[in-house]
């Protein structure tokens, strides 16, 4: 049976302006879905929902970032405190610093470009000096305001797809969460697949049998489980309804082939295989964030809404080291900072502000557990400071 997208009538109604936005993105949805006789994926309405040119949210001229009275949807761990910066500095400057990586970084999806001014004013600080420092974002108005934040900084490049033949650092912050994913339910009769209709004059959830290009996905999930938890244990259970990517893991094995020498430090929110997709997390982790609400309703205000779904990080791993890369770590974020200098870097200048937001960072009821970061990489023998201690490699 569909199921509908029934508004979040809790959330505050966007101004004229932004419903009529919405509307014209959701005509175009409609318009494709007649188009491909009456049904798309989830993956493609996310596609849409987010970089449709001109009216998807990535795409259009939404504010994003930032903090609620400013109109943003989400706070990402660069806009809580320079503090995130300066410990992802400490990390290049040993790479750098060591000779082993070029002296260039490589940042995906830069957002209010807080991250880059963090990290750059510290890697001045430290002494460090880098050839270029690139971004690769496909927003338009977050452009812009990078270049406004970053206006002070030289060796800046923007661009539009990744360096080829590239010898540095490649930092990609809640980027992977935000590529699209495709929804699966398991049902009595097998596999099936939930994407989007039009019907009723509204878009709705529908679910058709699963083809062979998502049986193909959820094997690995499935064969996984088992593995780690015995035949009837792993198995999931009718009505499980979960998302798994094809194009996470396509840009993990993207990167094995562009980066010549370097490591990629890859933070998200997320799980290993067998922690995603354990039998009792049966609604999967798809979410989406609108002025600081989070509700599970992508059909709603398409265009207005961030979408994102929690990193299979074993998928980005396995994708990795297939084509070719070293997996060199995987911790969480707490014990990602912690070893790059966050304690102190907060007993160097005390305050209770500065207190607050390290224990944002790091506390496992805030950012601390959820966010994991993993490095892959090619050519580099140092060991990272960032994985010294707490490394998880083993649960991947």
Same mark, same amino acid.
């Given at each position: ?168 650092? #490649? ?5 992977? $969460?935000?590529?699209?994913?495709? +929804?699966?339910?398991?049902?009595? !009769? @097998? /596999? &099936? ?10 878009? #709705? ?5 699963? $083809?062979?290009?998502?049986?193909? +996905?959820?094997?690995?999930?499935? !064969? @996984? /489980? &088992? ?31 562009? /980066? ?137």
């Amino acid at each position: 049976m569909p199921t509908s997208s029934a508004p979040a009538t809790t959330l505050p109604p966007p101004d004229a302006l932004a419903a009529a936005h919405s509307a014209r993105l959701t005509e175009q949805i409609a318009d494709e879905i007649a188009q491909a006789g009456g049904w798309i994926g989830f993956d493609r309405y996310m596609d849409r929902a987010l970089y449709a040119p001109g009216l998807g949210y990535y795409a259009a001229g939404a504010h994003k970032l930032g903090d609620a009275a400013a109109g943003g949807d989400f706070v990402t761990a660069p806009e809580i405190s320079p503090l995130f910066g300066q410990c992802l500095a400490a990390q290049v400057a040993q790479l750098v610093g060591s000779g082993a990586v070029g002296a260039r970084v490589v940042e995906f999806g830069a957002g209010s470009g807080a991250l880059a001014q963090d990290l750059l004013r510290a890697l001045d600080a430290q002494g460090v000096s880098l050839e270029r420092y690139a971004i690769v974002e496909v927003s338009a108005d977050l452009r812009d305001r990078q270049r406004a934040r970053l206006a002070g900084h030289t060796n800046l490049q923007w661009l539009d797809a990744p360096p080829e033949g590239f010898d540095g650092v #490649v930092i990609a912050n809640e980027v992977l $969460d935000v590529m699209p994913v495709r +929804l699966f339910v398991t049902a009595a !009769d @097998g /596999l &099936r697949e939930r994407g989007v209709a039009w019907r009723d004059g509204r878009l #709705v959830f529908d679910d058709r049998p699963a $083809d062979a290009s998502l049986r193909a +996905l959820v094997q690995p999930i499935t !064969d @996984g /489980l &088992r593995d780690a938890l015995g035949d009837g244990a792993g198995a999931l259970p009718a009505g499980y309804v979960s998302e798994v990517s094809a194009v996470v893991p396509a840009w993990s094995a993207d990167l094995a082939r562009w /980066l010549a020498r370097g490591v990629a430090l890859l933070i998200d929110y997320g799980f290993p295989r067998r922690e995603y997709y354990h039998p009792q997390r049966i609604m999967g982790t798809l979410m989406c964030h609108y002025r600081h609400h989070a509700h599970a309703e992508p059909l709603w205000l398409p265009g207005l809404n961030d979408i994102t779904a929690h990193v299979d990080f074993t998928a980005v791993a396995d994708a990795a080291h297939a084509a070719g890369l070293d997996v060199l770590g995987y911790t969480t974020q707490a014990h990602f900072l912690i070893n790059s200098g966050l304690l102190d870097l907060v007993q160097r200048a005390p305050s209770p502000r500065r207190a607050n937001e390290a224990q944002r960072l790091v506390s496992e009821a805030e950012m601390g557990e959820l966010f994991k970061v993993l490095a892959v990489g090619r050519g580099v023998e140092v060991p990272l400071i960032g994985f010294a201690r707490g490394d998880r490699l083993y649960r991947l």
